[in-house]
């Protein structure tokens, strides 16, 4: 993905700061293994690790000198669009190859027209320009924000970060979490944040600047209500035009080291068998396909699993011809202290649900020891064409808090999912119940409906409109394994699309994704097209659940674990001797797990990150 880190002073001569920023830079290693660079002047510094996806990245930092001030660029992520801004930068009478890297066209543009060409870009981006000719930092990210990007303030300037860690190691910040950042942390609500107290995000779709006279902040792109005009034959053939155009764009020019995940599910499958076909149209070699798997694991079904994954994908790559991988972990590979240090590193948090996140933590390390740097995966496919349960669901749809939140409420979850041994004291600061009536309704505040929408259509739009800006994608595990992802549903000029789809249009054939099924219905088997949505494979398995109670007891034991200021001890050594030796019990309450799952990765997190809670 590339990491950036950078620092702004009006007081210090960051020159001699070299060392620190080398530093700090340096914690962004597994997002950029392919390089490093750092440029330091008086008032600002910037830190670049690079990830050489295609050859084509270009230097970065990337440095102009106009009229004796330097004017510093960096570019984190895969910006669309180029073609576009390379064709306007002609018209301005500057031409530039088309092999030109992205770096050096954002830093034309940007002389040639401030930030006005930031809204001509897609994602996913983050930009970062330092313009020392009006001692200005403009910080912009992608319509959907799939490009992080914290800040925090120091005594005298501000470092900026594409992960919280850089900003975690700077000597003048402290990893404190308050009331709001753990909530961030641990609740599902909301997608985590900044987390840490003081440290801020550049939100999606926003251009900052920030200069001696403090902010200013703009919001250029939001998701908008607007009549939809075709009918469902001619809203398929858009969808499928669409993601074609999509596929077509994001497709690295060096397809050598392009993988892809393959679930067997609609989405993957979807977006596999596109990017299968464009290959072939351009000669390219075969697409590679993974799948992931647990050894020694019988599928047993559950709430949020009808199928197991692997048949399905192994039926898709067939019939779209890829080479296809199938990665088998064994049942007790995610409780390793190594795997479990890499994913909290990964997340710089917690993992809310753990089995499920780091199965794809380790999957995707596979993936990229077999040579991938590009990693496409069918992600966003639920958000658009309204697949998660909580779209399909009507109890679900017509609750009146996140449906998400519903769904876990439903199971005996009161306080959200695997916030079960939370002691009363913490409950109390928390206040989860009024913290989440509180962001369902500032959400809810936000959508425009169209005159004369039904019930039903109303409510499907809210849905919609909370998944598609609550609910973004994360990329953090594709990230800590050096690999660039690329998911070309979530794609921002189709979710605009999307979102103004009548929902009869959406679940037209009585399944969900209905949509998505029919605009690829003629690459795809009749397996994979009528195959219900499936969630990420976990492992049941004895091994694995004896472990997570060994693990659970030992941390109840040791008086000098942090999280134990946060549960209920008592309540939380009763499950575990509850659980001990009933393993049946413990692969099905899914909730049980998850609260000693969430328990364990608070510790570690405590911990690792020497985090002081200011509850």
């Known amino acids: 993905m590339s990491g950036v880190f950078g620092w702004i002073d009006f007081t210090r001569d960051l020159v001699l700061d070299r060392p620190v920023v080398t530093m700090l830079t340096a914690t962004l290693a597994q997002r950029g293994p392919d390089g490093e660079a750092v440029w330091v002047s008086p008032r600002a510094a910037l830190g670049y690790r690079t990830l050489d996806v295609d050859r084509t990245v270009g230097r970065q930092p990337f440095v102009t000198d106009v009229d004796g001030q330097p004017v510093a660029v960096a570019v984190t992520g895969n910006p669309l669009g180029l073609e576009d801004l390379r064709g306007r930068l002609r018209s301005a009478g500057r031409g530039f190859a088309p092999e030109t890297p992205a770096v050096e066209l954002i830093s034309a543009a940007y002389l040639q027209w401030g930030v006005e060409f930031v809204p001509w870009l897609a994602g996913p981006f983050a930009i970062v320009v330092w313009d020392a000719r009006s001692e200005e930092l403009v910080l912009a990210r992608d319509q959907l924000g799939g490009q992080p990007l914290y800040y925090t303030h120091t005594s005298t300037g501000l470092i900026f970060a594409t992960e919280r860690k850089a900003l975690l190691?700077?000597?003048?910040?402290?990893?404190?979490?308050?009331?709001?950042?753990l909530r961030e942390a641990i609740s599902h609500a909301l997608p985590p944040g900044p987390l840490f107290k003081g440290l801020e995000s550049v939100k999606a779709a926003e251009i900052a600047r920030f200069g001696r006279g403090g902010w200013r902040k703009q919001t250029y792109w939001k998701l908008t209500t607007r009549p939809h005009e075709e009918d469902l034959a001619g809203t398929t053939a858009t969808v499928r035009r669409m993601?074609?155009?999509?596929?077509?764009?994001?497709?690295?020019?060096?397809?050598?080291?392009?993988?892809?995940?393959?679930?067997?599910?609609?989405?993957?499958s979807s977006v596999a068998a596109l990017a299968a076909a464009e290959l072939r149209r351009r000669g390219d070699d075969k697409l590679r396909t993974y799948t992931v798997d647990f050894k020694s694991t019988d599928f047993e079904a559950d709430v949020m699993r009808d199928t197991r994954d692997s048949p399905y994908a192994q039926d898709a790559a067939d019939t779209i011809g890829s080479a296809h991988h199938l990665v088998e972990l064994e049942p007790t590979d995610i409780?390793?202290?190594i795997v479990r240090q890499g994913m909290l590193r990964a997340k710089d948090a917690p993992a809310r649900i753990y089995?499920?996140?780091?199965?794809?933590?380790?999957?995707?390390?596979?993936?990229?020891?077999q040579g991938g740097k590009v990693v496409l995966t069918g992600g966003a496919g639920d958000q658009l064409f309204q697949g998660a349960r909580w779209s399909t669901d009507p109890g679900l749809v017509k609750a009146d808090i996140f449906p998400w939140i519903a769904l876990a409420q439903r199971f005996g979850a009161t306080n959200g999912f695997g916030t079960a041994l939370f002691n009363a004291?913490?409950?109390a600061a928390l206040d989860l119940p009024n913290y989440y009536r509180d962001e369902y309704a500032r959400a809810k505040s936000e959508i425009e409906y169209l005159p004369g929408e039904d019930e039903w259509q109303r409510d499907m739009r809210r849905v919609s409109y909370l998944v598609l800006t609550r609910g973004p994608l994360d990329a953090s595990v594709f990230a800590a394994a050096?690999?660039?992802t690329r998911a070309p549903i979530n794609y921002y000029k189709l979710v605009e699309y999307a979102y103004n789809i009548p929902a009869a249009f959406q679940h037209h054939s009585g399944i969900e994704k209905s949509l998505?099924?029919?605009?690829?219905a003629d690459l795809l088997p009749e397996s994979v097209l009528t195959r219900r949505q499936s969630a990420t494979p976990v492992s049941n398995h004895p091994r694995y659940l004896q472990r997570l109670t060994e693990e659970?007891?030992?941390?109840?034991?040791d008086p000098n674990a942090p999280v134990r200021t946060l549960i209920d001890v008592r309540a939380a050594t009763e499950l575990v001797d509850a659980l001990s030796g009933d393993t049946p019990r413990m692969a099905k309450d899914r909730l049980a797990r998850a609260a000693v799952e969430l328990a364990l990765q608070l510790n570690l997190w405590l911990h690792h990150y020497r985090v002081r809670l200011a509850l």
């Open 482 to 484: 050096g690999l660039q």
């Open 243 to 268: 993601l074609e155009d999509s596929i077509r764009e994001t497709l690295p020019a060096d397809t050598s080291r392009l993988v892809a995940t393959l679930s067997g599910g609609i989405d993957s």
């Open 169 to 181: 190691a700077h000597p003048e910040v402290e990893a404190v979490v308050d009331v709001t950042g």
């Open 552 to 557: 659970f007891r030992a941390v109840l034991a």
């Open 355 to 369: 089995d499920m996140e780091t199965s794809q933590y380790l999957f995707i390390q596979h993936a990229a020891a």
């Open 516 to 520: 998505l099924r029919a605009a690829v």
């Open 335 to 337: 409780l390793h202290p």
């Open 425 to 427: 004291d913490t409950l």
